[in-house]
């Protein structure tokens, strides 16, 4: 083995390592500075103070320029949403290092050919932006099974006595995360000053559901008008859980359809690309007829598969 090679590789794996690494601290639990700024600290306040905390030159200088832009600012909501400590320059950088490794890799393993790094550099380009939205599905489902629990604990506190206020913070210390995490920003805002509706406002930015919504909207609409918030939320709470009801039940009926969708969108290309890997021969004897004729024939498959997952999704769509 040359020493080349040897070197490719060793670079290889330590990339791997470090994509392991920040991938791992980043969705870990906070420290205990974090935790104690985050007392007296809203959550822009506790932003600046994170990022000074990891300044680093190259990716503040990215981020600098990136998050202005309306892409930047989408990356750093998405990164909120997933609960991920990822500066937005730091997120450029996991994908190219995500590009040059899975790359690099492919590379050596389908015989040092340029099309093996171009398809293992497509799949370390969409490979973080998929664990960021996986992460962030996993949070909104486990924060919307908790969300009737929470109006039942606020429900209980209001009848008793306390304000929504002391209601909110009772949430934030009993229930578990990420209900807790982001009723306890929210009690943090409102302690500094923030207005309750500006801080409900950045509690649904944050996380993006439905029957969140319906909550904050009975919650505002109570503060301006009156009326019995207990009763309210009571209703709410009912209705929500007959909600998560149904969606499970559509969700389990329709998992057949969603499972047969991306099976049948999946194997052409995962065939093409083992096929690749194993017989680029058999597969570049297909530019025997031409490479635009090539070209074009690959161009229709794609659209077609595109197309027919498509159908298939929106069928096993059905609004609740």
């Not at 420290?31 to 190259?58: C, F, H, P, W």
């Not at 943090?188 to 801080?199: L, V, W």
């Not at 109570?222 to 939320?233: A, C, D």
Request: glycine content about 8%; some cysteine.
């Amino acid at each position: 083995m040359s020493l080349s090679l040897i070197i490719i590789i060793g670079g290889v794996v330590l990339i791997v390592v470090l994509i392991i690494g920040v991938i791992v601290s980043s969705s870990s639990e906070r420290t205990l500075v974090e935790q104690r700024l985050g007392q007296y600290l809203g959550e822009e306040a506790s932003a600046t103070a994170d990022r000074e905390a990891q300044r680093s030159a190259v990716t503040d200088w990215v981020s600098s320029r990136v998050e202005r832009t309306s892409y930047g600012d989408k990356i750093k909501r998405d990164l909120a949403r997933a609960d991920l400590k990822f500066k937005v320059g730091e997120y450029f950088a996991l994908i190219f290092f995500s590009i040059i490794a899975i790359g690099g890799l492919t590379w050596l393993i389908g015989g040092r050919n340029i099309i093996s790094f171009l398809i293992g550099a497509v799949v370390g380009f969409f490979a973080p932006g998929f664990y960021v939205r996986q992460q962030q599905t996993r949070r909104l489902n486990r924060f919307n099974d908790q969300l009737a629990d929470m109006l039942n604990l606020m429900v209980n506190g209001l009848r008793a006595g306390y304000s929504t206020m002391q209601a909110m913070e009772a949430v934030s210390k009993e229930l578990p995360s990420p209900i807790c995490d982001e009723f306890r920003r929210v009690v943090q805002e409102m302690q500094i000053g923030i207005p309750m509706e500006t801080a409900l406002d950045n509690l649904h930015r944050r996380i993006p559901s439905d029957d969140l919504d319906f909550v904050i909207t009975a919650i505002n609409v109570q503060r301006e008008v009156g009326g019995n918030l207990s009763e309210i939320l009571d209703t709410i709470s009912f209705t929500i859980r007959e909600r998560v009801k149904i969606k499970g039940e559509i969700r389990v009926l329709t998992s057949q359809v969603r499972a047969s969708g991306t099976l049948l969108a999946m194997i052409p290309i995962f065939l093409t690309v083992i096929l690749w890997f194993l017989n680029p021969k058999y597969l570049m004897s297909f530019m025997d007829a031409g490479l635009a004729c090539a070209i074009g024939a690959g161009a229709l498959v794609v659209i077609l598969i595109g197309l027919g997952y498509f159908i298939m999704m929106r069928i096993a769509d059905i609004e609740v």
